[in-house]
Structure formats: C-alpha cells, structure tokens
C-alpha cells in the first residue's frame, strides 16, 4: 500500500489509495485497459476472480496440446490486432490455411466461392444469384451501412438476395464473423461491418493459442508496474468521498481514484447497486447475449487432411483445423474446432448438440473416433454478452464507458461502446475506457494548477 498525497480541489482533502486505478476482470479487456494506463505512468491493481487470466481468451495447455475455449480468429484489421502491435505485445501465427472448404447441405458438399472461378462454376448458386453475390462483393467493402443500424440482417438479405441458397450463404458469412444465428433480431449493420473487416484484412490464427495475448498483456503492464491479484472476487464498487471503493468478498477494502469494471452487464449493475429504473440496468434487462456449443478435438491424423475448413448452410456449425495455420501442437498432431452456434429460443439438450458436432466430424473426417489423441465438449460457452441488436440500434445502442450513476467508474467488455464486436469490442472499450480515465486525471490535475482552457466561442 502507499500514500498519494494529490491535492483533490473537489474535498479539499488528502487520501489514501491502493492505486490510482483498479480493473475488475482479468480478460482481454481488462489487461488492455491496465496495460495503457500503466503505460501512462499510474499506479493499476487488476483484481480476477478466477484462479487464472484470460477470461474466454485462455488456453487449456495438455502435453504440448493448446485449445482455446473454441474457436479463435484474430481480425487482422481489427481493434485488438491493431492495440496488440500498439502496446508491443509479441505474438505469432499465420492466416488460415483452408485446404479444400466446403459448405454443407445435408450430404452434399459444395465448394466454397473464395474466388470468381469457384463461384462460377458453383452449383449451388443460380446464374442470377451468382450475378447477385458477384455484384454484392465487389459492393460490400465500401459499402455505408449507416442506415442499417435498425434494420435485422434477415429483411436486408431478403431485400438483396431473396430466399434461395444465396440467402443461406449470406447467413452462413454472418454467422461465421459474428458468432451468432440470430439473423431475424440481428443489426445488418453491426453484421456487415464486421464482415468488411474481416474482407479487408482477412483472419489470424495464433501461435498457442489466445493465452499467449493474454500473457503477453501482463507481462507488458507489469512491466510498467501493474499489480495483479487471482481469487479475488469484488462484492461491491462505490463512489466514496474523492474516490472509489472496491469491497472484496472477503471483507477487504481497496482505495483508487478511478475503476474499470470488464465484466457483464448483469454484474457491473450488481457491484455498482444500481436501481432497476437506472439506464444501464434497463437496458441490462433487454440484451440477448450469444452462445454457442463447442467440441475440440486433437487427433493423431486426419483421413481428409485437405479438408481443413467447412460450414453448415442448413445447420448453423463450424468446422475447421486451426492447427493448419497456427502452432498449436506437435507435429503431426491436429487441433480441430467444430462449433454450433445456438439460438437464443431454441431448446437446448448438450447430448442432441454433441451427437451433431460428432455427426459434422463424421462427414469431414471419417473414422476420427481412432485418432482422438484429446477431447473437450463445452456445451453453453458465452460467446458475447450482447447481441447487437436492430432493436436496439446494433453497435450504436450498446452503453459508453462511462456510468452515469457513479462519477470515476468505467467499463469495458464486448458489450460497451459502439466500435467493433466480440473481441474487437472488448479492445475498443478497454481503450475508450483507460483514454476516458487519463483525461479524467489530466483535467484533475490541470483543475489543482489553476491551468484551464477556455473552449467555444
């Protein structure tokens, strides 16, 4: 513990602090806004509840074996790329290596149209629905989708594509950049930006795996002096005097000028106590978060090794050999990700959902049950805590950094602010929420100096 002795012109007082800022939440969000404040020469303590760091971004290591919590893809033009590299955090890995992809119909198997050739020559598509798809790509990049916001994916797609197996391969392409089948309540604009970044830059699969950012991250904020604390659970966060207040679970008190809360919507109103009539809890209320069941599987050798890469255009699953690309296991081993992603409003049995992932497995890789060298079936994993809505005006509807209620509390996570979604969000947020907090301490300081600047007319 130490003592900062900064005059605070609001109390005319002195306080004790722990730390000038404290994180709540040790995921991809929370070590990048510890990282830039650190950066900036203050004091941060990042309190985890869990035993571990990472959140949804670790990675279970087994005998040389790296699996994420499925599937990973780090958007080259994205926020977390672009921060990563900003903050020096060293990591490695490759764009995906696809082999032979496929989309899935039933039994059928139809190339995927990566190219003018392959959708040509495609049998899925009718001459006009290539001619469509042909168009819209050469659109989509430099498409404003500005005036989307409140319209679902589902009637834009109508609208464009109609009702035929163009209209599933667009809901395919979504799901894959978004993670979710939610095409009927989804934003069309937070959809097709998200695809545009990923056209724009493609994806990168990294080299063991998520965990490797995440402690990249950390080494990074200690190195700037950041203290890092697991098995500490916050039972409460509060606006007192000067400053905030972090009550643990344990009856423990910490003191800072400022905090940054990582976590879901549902807990940063239960921390901050606030009422059902606040405008976070209200809009708390109405999020749809989104969720999808994974199976991961490292297997000794595939019977199809060019086929690397498939999706569902009747089902709503994933599959791919993300250690293709990245280095992820040792050689000769593969590491495979297949994936459902599940419906808000459909019945859920994990024994149904891990019979169809086998059944994916069983098409793309026959006899695979032989070679399983490890195996890992997680049933209900939350992908992201809030589907950007139409209804609720997509990205743009999702809460600012700021808390209204609770003056010095900020938050992060892939449900804050309006630029990017699932870990792309989280890093926007983490960085709009640690630039929101150094200028809060820059304008406190500028106040205690009597230097001022005089804006407007």
Not at 129 to 149: G, N
Not at 157 to 177: D, V, Y
């Amino acid at each position: 513990m130490f003592v900062d002795h900064t005059f605070e012109p609001s109390t005319m007082s002195f306080t004790q602090r722990d730390a000038d800022v404290i994180v709540v939440g040790g995921g991809l969000a929370g070590l990048i806004a510890a990282a830039k404040v650190a950066q900036a020469e203050h004091s941060v303590i990042v309190l985890e509840q869990a035993r571990h760091f990472g959140g949804r971004a670790a990675t279970q290591v087994k005998s040389g074996l790296h699996l994420n919590l499925g599937p990973h893809a780090l958007y080259c033009q994205g926020h977390a790329f672009r921060l990563l590299k900003e903050l020096h955090v060293p990591f490695s890995g490759r764009f995906p290596n696809p082999g032979r992809s496929v989309l899935l119909q039933g039994k059928n198997e139809f190339a995927f149209p990566f190219s003018a050739w392959s959708l040509l020559t495609s049998g899925l598509f009718s001459l006009r629905e290539k001619w469509i798809l042909a168009r819209l790509l050469q659109e989509l990049p430099r498409m404003d989708v500005t005036s989307l916001t409140h319209v679902s994916l589902q009637t834009w797609i109508e609208q464009r594509a109609g009702r035929g197996n163009l209209n599933a391969f667009l809901r395919t392409l979504a799901r894959l950049n978004t993670y979710a089948d939610a095409a009927e309540t989804l934003s069309a604009a937070a959809a097709l930006t998200q695809l545009q970044v990923g056209l724009s830059g493609n994806v990168w699969y990294v080299d063991g795996g998520w965990q490797t950012l995440i402690d990249g991250l950390r080494s990074r904020a200690s190195e700037d002096g950041t203290e890092f604390r697991t098995g500490s659970s916050v039972k409460r966060v509060e606006r007192v005097g000067n400053g905030i207040k972090i009550t643990l679970a344990n009856g423990e008190e910490l003191h800072s000028r400022a905090a940054i809360l990582t976590v879901s919507p549902g807990a940063a109103c239960q921390l901050l106590n606030l009422s059902e009539e606040s405008p976070l809890a209200r809009w708390s209320n109405t999020v749809v978060p989104v969720h999808a069941a994974c199976l991961d599987v490292c297997l000794d050798r595939l019977s199809r090794p060019e086929h690397r890469f498939a999706l569902g255009l009747d089902r709503s699953v994933y599959y791919s050999v993300h250690s293709a690309a990245a280095k992820l296991a040792p050689e000769g081993i593969a590491v495979v990700h297949i994936m459902k992603y599940l419906r808000e409003d459909a019945e859920k049995s994990y024994s149904n959902t891990e019979a169809e992932l086998e059944g994916v497995l069983d098409q793309m890789q026959p006899g695979w049950r032989a070679q399983v060298v490890e195996r890992r079936f997680l049933p209900g994993m939350t992908v992201s805590h809030c589907l950007p809505a139409a209804a609720q005006g997509g990205t743009v509807g999702r809460p600012g950094v700021q808390v209204q209620e609770q003056p010095g509390v900020f938050l992060a996570g892939d449900w804050v602010g309006s630029r990017g979604t699932l870990a792309d969000a989280s890093a926007a947020s983490a960085e709009d929420a640690a630039n929101c907090v150094l200028n809060s301490f820059k304008n406190e300081s500028q106040s205690a100096t009597g230097s001022f600047t005089h804006v407007g007319n």
